[in-house]
């Protein structure tokens, strides 16, 4: 057996195959091969060509620049600051005009600072003693304000109190207000110009138009009537994110700008156009959570006539934005054509491939299709040495 099958593996290592083609009229499998070829070619029209444009080539190393500014004045007067007016300069940060800002809504304002010892924040849960030694001097309150000094300063009559420590003093005490402090902001408005350029076919535009009126932009809002005026009103960029102004003015949070460009560079320059989209990006919990909002510290520093340095703490409240740009860019290249064109005929392959297994494997005369399309010639050798061949039809017609 071991002879045998070794005798029958090295004759087949000789063995040829060649195609023999079988028309086999059988409405089922011939009505299934139509349908197999008609989606094909659908989806390769269709959906290859006109949807995903996969005759084109493209370009989605998208190179961005952003420029913000904010506009807009209001008036407050509290006890902390008394009669003040807020432009541009005071509320928004960075005042570059990067894709990142930060426009100040609230404030909780301690003001004058100066650095010397008092009573840590009760608030403050590592800052609580009960005597001089739950103090240790030289070591910093972390979640705190300053540097132990090695006393427990105690209120009234009570046997509990807080640390002394070196810092700015007086420490922030004060409470988030319950109504922002910035609450006319809504009405300030954000230019946002972003210039684009795509490498590959050396393409570049603005979402701003070029036109000579000065007036345009002072005057104009984005909308639907006015798509090339990047002009926004504050208030509208939060209602479009489905958030209410108040509430996010209060505690703060995150909103993205996301300006989008798909430009088809086969059609003229003025159908690419830019599209917006907003959305909240901070996670919004519900009640007045802890970690909701977005805030930071800030001062401002002065010296006395003395010299003596002293300054303003501002935690501030707000709304940070930011401008995501992306987009890609598509021209004809036969290159993509032809890579398409012939996966199309690669997928015709597979249809021809999957209805022979139909044919030869799950009908009823499968058996009969089976061995007219696998047909096995042998030579047979005659006494005077000449070889005669089998002539095989390389059509033949079968009849279901």
Known sequence: MGQAGC???SQSLFDYKTEKYVIAKNKKVGLLYRLLQVSILTYLVAWVFLVKKGYQDIDTS?????ITKVKGVTFTNTSE?????WDVADYVIPPQGENIFFVITNLIVTPNQR???CAESESIPDAVCYEDSDCPPGEPIMAGNG???GRCLQSGNTQRGTCEIFAWCPVETKSRPEKPLLDKAEDFTIYIKNFIHFPKFNFSKTNVLDIKDRDFLKSCRFGPKNPYCPIFRLGSVVSWTGSNFQEIALQGGVIGIQIEWNCDLDKAPSECNPRYYFSRLDRRFPGNSVSSGYNF???KYYRDEAGVEFRTLMKAYGIRFDVMVNGRAGKFSIIPTIINLASGVALMGVGSFFCDLVL????KKSNFYRNKKYEEARSSHAGNGKVSVEQLQDLQTVEA
Do not use: D, N, P
């Open 7 to 9: 005798k029958r593996l």
């Open 62 to 66: 998208l190179q961005s620049s952003v």
């Open 81 to 85: 600051l008394g009669e003040r007016l």
């Open 115 to 117: 650095q010397g010892t």
């Open 147 to 149: 540097v132990r000094t």
């Open 297 to 299: 510290r800030f001062a």
């Open 360 to 363: 030869i494997y799950f009908i």
